[in-house]
């Protein structure tokens, strides 16, 4: 028998006493989208540049817009033409960061979160300013921050969506923290959704937050793997609603054991994932003033194949679902926006990290 079969063994019979969440399920009448493909893009990092998918993004400055990837090994920030995915620069960053952030008011926000640092670039220049993050509650810390959370100013405050792994809730778990810049204060106010004290979410990929923030109203949302919902936090009043904006896909989500005491493998948290619905990246596009929130549908792993396929489910401007559309297969779940469209990264599952990073252009319509 296969390693991945005998897997799977384990995984049915820890579901036989899993929680199945179905909370705030709706009946679905949205509209089906079309996913019209108008174009690629193809990036050619040196070959120093392993194509790390985790640390890219889209930065408009002046009447220009650049694609930029950074190389986490060597702490370098490398700068494409967008129009022409023409290399431009390289760009050696004064500390190591373990990722980065785009705002939209045209800054670079780098973090570096076991040393407790936000480092601040503007002007896509040498020039940055230091913010150190006065982290005192070690118990209440999470784990990391990574480019799918993102680090978010407002007035004289720095936001940062972040995650914690690990199953046994005896101590408070948290997925925002606020830092004053003006008094030196963290604030953790943001815990994890009630659906997480419920069950075992196998400790892993279903305990990141996914997030993206609003300036127009100055909102943080959500989207948690295990949930249906999205969380909104108001920066302003500090609270937080829950609103619907599941998939027609995804009726339920199971989780790993209602153990909760119980700790997933590597190897069991991957193929749970595999073969369960979850959700994944929300990202606002300014440029067509709407929303996109990724549905990841539960697939049969075979040795050829390791990934889901998505669903793009679309909201207004008011976070109501107005339509859904679903991926082809081998594109990822990463989501950049353009003023020509929505980029969307083809995977080739080649196993050389320094192959071109190659994008499709969408756009959708009814």
């Given at each position: ?230 969380e909104i936090y108001d920066c302003n009043t500090h609270k937080r609603e829950s609103i619907y904006a599941g998939s027609k896909y995804i009726k339920s989500i199971k989780s790993f054991s209602k153990n909760k005491t119980r700790e997933a493998t590597n190897e069991e948290q991957f193929n749970y994932f595999l073969e369960n619905n979850s959700y994944s990246m929300i990202t606002f596009d300014p440029y067509r003033n709407c929303y996109y929130r990724i549905g990841e549908l539960s697939t049969d792993q075979t040795s050829e194949s390791f990934l889901k396929q998505y669903s793009i ?54």
């Open positions: 028998m296969k390693f991945y079969n005998f897997i799977g063994l384990i995984l049915l019979s820890c579901w036989a006493c899993s929680y199945e969440n179905k909370n705030n399920m709706k009946e679905d009448n949205s509209i089906d989208y079309l996913s019209i493909k108008i174009g690629e893009k193809t990036f050619f990092p040196d070959e120093n540049t392993p194509a790390d998918w985790r640390n890219i993004g889209l930065l408009k400055h002046l009447d220009k817009i650049y694609f930029i990837l950074y190389n986490t090994e060597t702490s370098e920030l490398n700068f494409f033409d967008y129009e022409t995915t023409k290399f431009l620069k390289k760009q050696k960053l004064p500390f190591r960061a373990d990722g980065f952030a785009i705002a939209r008011d045209n800054k670079i926000h780098f973090y570096d979160y076991y040393r407790g640092i936000i480092y601040e670039y503007t002007n896509l220049d040498s020039c940055y300013v230091k913010y150190r993050l006065p982290i005192t509650n070690k118990q209440n810390t999470p784990t990391r921050v990574n480019l799918f959370n993102g680090v978010y100013s407002y007035k004289n405050s720095f936001y940062m969506a972040i995650y914690t792994l690990g199953e046994n809730e005896t101590i408070k778990r948290y997925t925002n923290f606020c830092i004053d810049i003006e008094i030196n204060r963290i604030n953790y106010d943001f815990e994890y959704p009630a659906e997480y004290l419920k069950a075992n979410w196998g400790g892993g990929i279903y305990r990141i937050g996914y997030s993206c923030f609003n300036k127009e109203c100055n909102k943080i949302l959500y989207s948690f793997p295990a949930l249906h919902t999205l489910i679309i909201l207004d401007d008011n976070l109501n679902k107005i339509g859904e559309c679903l991926l082809p297969w081998r594109l990822g779940s990463t989501i950049l926006v353009s003023p020509e469209g929505v980029l969307i990264p083809y995977i080739s599952q080649n196993k050389d990290d320094r192959e071109p990073m190659k994008f499709y252009i969408f756009k959708f319509q009814q």
